[in-house]
Each structure stands twice: as C-alpha cells, then as structure tokens.
C-alpha cells in the first residue's frame, strides 16, 4: 500500500480531501493510504436530513465548514485534533473491505498498547467509549474507507456542533455525545510510559504511514488542480 503525499505542506479544506480520496481511487492503480487534519468542520452523511444532525447556529456562531458527503454513516465533528484517515483500496465485497482496514487499524493502535476493539460495523472503542467512527463509499471499481482517530478534538465543541437523535444515544446507554466519545489524549496522559508514537497526533500520523504503507506516491500541481475543480463541485452548506 502507497502513501499518496501532497507536493507542499498547505492545510486544505475538508471537501479538498474527500476529492482527493476519490482522485486517488481513479488515478493511483495501487491500494492507497493517507491521512489529514482540517480546522472545525461538520461532516454528514449522504442519508441524513441536516435541520436533524447539526446544530446550525452554533456552527454559524464558530466558523465551522458543514460538508455533505458521500458515503452514508452518521454525522462528524473534526478539527486539528482528530486525525482523518483515507484508506482506498480496490473493489471488494464491502463487509470483507471494511472489516479489513478496521481490523488493520485496530491492531496498529493495540501494538503501542492500546486496548482498542472494533464495535459493529463502523466504530473502535477503547474502554468502551468511541475513538474512531468510520464510513464506507464504492465507486465502480474502487473502495474507499475513511475514518476518524480523536486524539485531542475539543470535545465541547464537538457537543455543540451535532445533535444525534436522542434515541441513537440511548441505544449506547448514554445520554450525550461527550459521554460516548474519548479522546487518545486522555487515555495516553495516564499511560506510565506510553510509545512516542502517542504523544502528538502529528507522531501518530507519522506511526500509521509507516504502519500501513510501504513506499509512497507525490502528487503533482496538475494534480492539485483537478482535485481542487472537483473540491468545488462538493455539497457545502452555509449555516
């Protein structure tokens, strides 16, 4: 698996990325990883009714981006603190597909000694609350997985920004988001002696490369350009 690389280090907007995934999956013959992080954005799912998901007003208030995607699953709240993973790989069965990158995902957070577990289909818990929820999309002969890993998301913000139904959270027996979710941050900081790879998302990001790819892909300017012109075709919503 490659990692595809960016030819300069400029942070991108959240439909950038998700562009790129699916340039990628046409583009690059080889199974592909990559990972990003994007200031406060609202990503939701293709099934979703927004007025439902997403605190609107808040999210006007704090200049978070709200973003349509997709792929289905449920609603997102990503900031610098919450890694993003990209994983494309080539059309598959997709139960077979998706249980593959969490199950890969899964064993690279527990060899730093993290006792991460998959939960049905779309979640890793540790300590039973949630540190990465992830989505499916196909294209006709592609795959495509992305995923979150919350390292040190503000968490209040998250709160605020999305509203799941109330019913949805009491099926996980808790009566809000912030009881559900767990930041890594959290669990390292009680760690005696945690592996380096955990003491920033950026060391963590690095880990995962190494853990996943073997060599690695740079895209070039032309590249960024055709990604960037179907970047503005994505659905952005202005609370």
Not at 24 to 33: C, G, H, P, R, S
Not at 133 to 151: E, K, M, W
Not at 164 to 185: A, D, F, T
Not at 192 to 208: F, G, N, Q, R, V
Request: charged share 25%; aromatic share 8%.
């Amino acid at each position: 698996m490659k990692h595809v690389i960016l030819p300069d280090p400029v942070r991108r907007s959240l439909a950038f990325y998700l562009a790129m995934e699916e340039y990628v999956a046409k583009e690059v013959d080889e199974e592909a990883f990559f990972v990003w992080r994007v200031e406060p954005t609202v990503i939701f799912g293709r099934n979703q009714v927004l007025e439902n998901e997403v605190n609107l007003e808040y999210c006007a208030k704090h200049d978070v981006d709200i973003v349509r995607r997709k792929s289905g699953g449920g609603c997102v709240y990503s900031d610098l603190g919450n890694i993003m993973v990209s994983y494309v790989s080539r059309r598959g069965d997709v139960s077979e597909v998706f249980d593959r990158y969490m199950t890969a995902m899964t064993q690279a957070l527990r060899a730093l000694g993290v006792p991460a577990e998959k939960s049905g289909r779309n979640d890793i818990m540790l300590e039973g609350r949630k540190i990465s929820g992830n989505a499916f999309h196909q294209l006709p002969d592609r795959s495509i997985v992305h995923g979150t890993l919350l390292y040190s998301t503000d968490l209040e913000a998250l709160t605020e920004a999305i509203k799941p139904p109330v019913e949805k959270l009491l099926r996980h027996g808790v009566e809000s988001v912030r009881q559900r979710v767990l930041n890594l941050s959290e669990y390292v900081a009680l760690m005696t002696d945690p592996a380096a790879a955990l003491k920033s998302p950026e060391a963590l990001e690095e880990y995962l490369v190494g853990y996943f790819t073997d060599g690695e892909i740079v895209l070039n300017e032309n590249d960024l350009h055709v990604i960037a012109r179907s970047a503005a075709t994505w659905q952005s919503v202005k609370p």
